[in-house]
């Protein structure tokens, strides 16, 4: 820093910088550096300026060099900073994202950056590889080799299609009492109880409870969503079988839709789920009967999301089934308050995805005759 150099502004640019200065959104080092330019054409020394302004005197002596050996602009903008250059050619980083898609080595679950990175100095003719350098390019082609997603992969043939429009058809469908659509599904819930008294939350202190917990059993949940109306009922049952889904659907006919005609039930391919329990558990003549009253809609395999009772399911165990109940008549209680709750409130699940948007967003998915020879 021998040379000293000399910031004289003109009046114009004495202007613009007071302008920059007194309004407006600007990087608060770019705010630093005319400051740094005024203070310098008022003749303040550079070690005032620099405690002043709180910047180093590299930053004064730079700020001040680049406005001499260029202009007002040069001084106030980002200098080009020469970073170091990337580690990894193209080649090498095409071949860092194959290796992350692949199996990982014998004895390891997934991949690692340590992992990737040794095995990208055997593949290269780098002597070393940072974790970081390896994170950094993964996270460029955003890649997580570390984390999986457990997914349902459905086949998506005629047979799908079919079923699907089927069911969004009914959820587009104006309500019709005489005919109503009743979404169903089960799922099972065990009955977690407390091994010793938790200790209630005070001010200042959380509810503390012991991780140990006891194992009372399971029930099962069957669970009913209307799919136009704000009614939901939940039965719990201590099996699922045949015969208990039999009991379901008939208490749906007489017990919650007396005066319909026909109830369309949408279900899942769940081998109970079948005009045949109903023969199983019922004489032939009460089957019969129910039937008549019964319209089954089935979800395609693999696609529960297609059933809106799954969102009710998850709703219902966000709510109140997301602690630990131990006794089963205990359960049966809360569900029926929150059940209560939830119709009282009107609460009902807006469905959005529609045969028409399904034609459209899963265009490639639908089959195409003209394929077929």
Request: glycine residues 4%; hydrophobic residues 40%.
């Amino acid at each position: 820093m021998n040379v000293r150099y000399r910031v004289d502004l003109s009046q114009a640019e004495r202007d613009q910088l007071s302008a920059l200065l007194s309004g407006g959104t600007h990087a608060s080092r770019k705010l630093k550096r005319a400051q740094i330019l005024l203070a310098a054409d008022a003749g303040v020394s550079d070690n005032d300026i620099a405690a002043s302004i709180a910047v180093s005197g590299s930053t004064v002596y730079r700020t001040k060099r680049r406005f001499v050996e260029g202009n007002l602009e040069a001084a106030l903008s980002e200098e080009q900073r020469l970073g170091a250059a990337r580690k990894l050619t193209g080649k090498e980083e095409a071949l860092l994202v194959a290796t992350a898609c692949s199996n990982p080595p014998e004895g390891r679950a997934r991949w690692t950056l340590e992992l990737l990175a040794g095995a990208m100095v055997r593949l290269t003719e780098h002597e070393e590889l940072s974790r970081e350098t390896v994170r950094r390019r993964l996270a460029e082609n955003h890649l997580k080799p570390w984390r999986k997603d457990m997914w349902c992969i459905p086949q998506i043939d005629g047979t799908y299609v079919a079923r699907m429009e089927d069911v969004l058809d009914l959820y587009a469908e104006p309500p019709d009492p005489k005919r109503p659509v009743v979404c169903f599904d089960e799922s099972p819930t065990q009955l977690i109880g407390e091994a010793r008294q938790p200790i209630p939350a005070a001010p200042g202190q959380l509810e503390r409870y012991d991780y140990e917990y006891r194992r009372n059993g399971t029930v099962n949940l069957f669970v009913f969503l209307d799919a136009h109306r704000p009614w939901r009922r939940v039965k719990v049952t201590d099996q699922r079988t045949a015969r208990d889904f039999a009991e379901c659907m008939r208490e749906l006919v007489d017990l919650h839709y007396p005066q319909a005609q026909q109830v369309r039930v949408v279900l899942d391919n769940l081998s109970t789920h079948s005009a045949g329990a109903l023969y199983e558990a019922f004489a032939a003549p009460e089957a019969h009967r129910v039937l008549r009253r019964l319209e089954f809609h089935y979800t395609p395999k693999h696609a529960s999301w297609l059933n809106m009772v799954e969102i009710e399911i998850g709703v219902l165990r966000g709510q109140c089934l997301d602690r630990r109940i131990g006794a089963r008549n205990c359960l049966v209680s809360e569900i029926a308050a929150w059940e209560q709750q939830r119709n009282a409130a009107g609460s009902r699940i807006t469905w959005m995805f529609t045969t028409e948007r399904a034609r459209t967003k899963m265009a490639r998915a639908y089959p195409d005759p003209a394929k077929v020879s």
